[in-house]
């Protein structure tokens, strides 16, 4: 996601938005909303989680699993699917999204009803938002996503953007992890003059979150490195979307990747580098683990499956779709970031889902810094990856799990409340066919964009049914969403990444062997 110069007003009322949500439902987007049977049991499927998996019956009662065992008898009361010879799963977990964002940049047409709605037919049941400040307050900035989020059609939660440094933010953060369930904070190093923060900020940031029990998110590009380059492709004529690239290489992506990492290592505290693109950031990341240092690494589908060659499109409309911060890699990186993910040196797959139509990519037709910096994937992030990882032979249906969903959840601490399988988990639940095949296009996904990045990619693994709380909501390629039905999960503070933390400063402590004393000089 980037930031541009021209402010849009964003206006939802009731009659817009029914009026879009029948329009899609003519287009056979969306059916009626119906929330099914209390009682579900999923059949006969191969039951993958995190580590383990085995042919059982799931079956769920009032939106909770209540066992998962083989040859469950139950009563006629109870809806059966059959998942013989399908894999059933944990519904996939977007950890970073951006709906009805309205910041600058003319308003995202996703909003929490159509950007959710697309998620759940992509196999995606919770996803975890970016809430921004609100004239400068957190709080205020809270309240107003928890306002437009009242739409809601699946689970979500909340990541807190941080912009400035005071003791008013400082006592808000306070307030929003220990009264709001938000349990991270993220830090923009990029979008100089509008969201970027400097070190200092960064390290006081840093330190509150580590007393709190938050993690700590950053946006690594050297923002003042950017505007230098952006500043030379403009003097050179180049105005088009490669110019993007062109301006932010991989480079100023690994130097604030590694600073990030170092001043967090100065502080003692885990650190999360949202939407890694490039070797150099990976290779940061690769380092500060192999060191022991608590660091998570988070590419996106479209850093796995596309490269920057797009970019240079002859057509204007085709290389604007693709724009995003920080860009897409030369090939090689695409390679590069998969094998990451299936070492171990990265740990889950986002999206940073943030829709905006041709209309809105054409703002910028004389100057690439313009362009609202955007891309789709929360419909397709499941599918990608599957098709990408799994299907090439590179991760194991396990892996994919522990990728799309249950890392997500231990990261922010709510496993296994989601992310398994398991008895007592939320019912979200996705059936995928290996032996199916899925096609990729704008003109049958569900978000509100016009156009799709992925679009004609075609790939092995359908997810054939989607259930989040319980309910029935894809199946027979129809969604069948209720507006309202979604609920906020508040996430607790001091997850697996804080084990330990104090014993490291204990030993930091010990290893100063200082102040020495000295003997007073006198005069």
Not at 72 to 99: E, N, Q, S, W
Not at 391 to 404: A, C, F, H, M, N
Not at 418 to 435: F, H, T
Request: hydrophobic share 40%; aromatic share 8%; net charge negative.
């Amino acid at each position: 996601m980037q930031f541009v110069t021209s402010q849009f007003l964003h206006i939802f009322s009731f009659t817009f938005f029914t009026v879009i949500t029948s329009s899609l439902s003519q287009s056979n987007q969306f059916c009626d909303a119906g929330t099914g049977s209390s009682k579900l049991l999923v059949k006969g499927g191969t039951v993958v989680n995190a580590h383990h998996q085995q042919i059982a019956d799931v079956y769920v009662e009032d939106g909770v699993i209540v066992a998962v065992n083989p040859n469950i008898r139950v009563g006629d009361d109870v809806t059966v699917i059959d998942a013989f010879g399908k894999y059933v799963m944990p519904g996939g977990i977007d950890p970073h999204t951006h709906l009805e964002l309205d910041f600058v940049f003319p308003g995202t047409v996703d909003d929490f009803f159509s950007g959710q709605a697309a998620a759940l037919a992509g196999g995606t049941t919770m996803h975890i938002d970016f809430a921004l400040p609100l004239n400068g307050s957190l709080t205020a900035g809270f309240e107003d996503y928890v306002k437009k989020a009242k739409k809601s059609c699946m689970d979500y939660g909340f990541h807190m953007v941080i912009s400035k440094w005071d003791e008013t933010v400082s006592r808000e953060m306070e307030l929003l992890v220990k009264e709001k369930g938000i349990n991270s904070f993220k830090f923009f190093m990029a979008y100089k003059g509008l969201a970027m923060i400097n070190d200092e900020l960064l390290l006081e940031g840093f330190k509150k979150c580590k007393s709190l029990g938050a993690l700590a998110m950053v946006h690594a590009e050297n923002g003042d490195a950017v505007y230098e380059g952006q500043e030379k492709m403009i003097e050179l004529g180049i105005t088009g979307p490669e110019g993007h690239a062109l301006s932010r290489p991989s480079v100023v992506e690994g130097e604030a990747t590694g600073r990030a990492i170092r001043l967090a290592d100065f502080v003692n505290t885990p650190l999360y580098v949202v939407h890694v693109m490039s070797i150099d950031a990976m290779e940061e990341i690769a380092k500060a683990r192999k060191s022991g240092q608590k660091v998570i690494g988070e590419p996106i589908a479209s850093g796995l499956a596309l490269d920057e060659s797009w970019l240079w499109h002859p057509d204007f409309e085709i290389a604007a779709k693709y724009v995003t911060s920080p860009p897409m890699r030369k090939r090689g990186h695409d390679k590069a970031l998969q094998a990451a993910l299936s070492t171990g040196v990265l740990q889950l797959v986002g999206t940073d889902h943030c829709a905006y139509n041709s209309s809105q990519k054409a703002l910028g037709i004389d100057d690439f810094r313009k362009i609202p910096n955007g891309i789709n994937g929360i419909e397709e992030r499941m599918h990608l990856v599957w098709d990408i990882m799994v299907e090439s032979g590179q991760i194991t249906p396990s892996d994919y799990v522990r990728l799309t969903s249950t890392e997500c959840a231990r990261i922010f601490n709510i496993y296994p409340k989601k992310g398994a399988i398991l008895p007592g988990s939320d019912a979200d639940i996705i059936i995928l066919n290996p032996n199916s095949s899925f096609e990729i296009s704008a003109k049958s996904h569900h978000s509100r964009m016009d156009t799709n990045v992925y679009e004609g990619r075609t790939g092995k693994g359908k997810i054939e049914v989607t259930i989040a709380g319980g309910r029935i909501v894809w199946e027979n390629d129809e969604l069948k969403v209720t507006p309202g039905s979604g609920r906020y999960i508040q996430m607790p503070p001091f997850s697996y990444l804080f084990d330990g933390l104090d014993k490291k400063d204990a030993i930091y402590l010990n290893s100063l062997q200082a102040p020495v004393k000295r003997a007073k000089v006198s005069s």
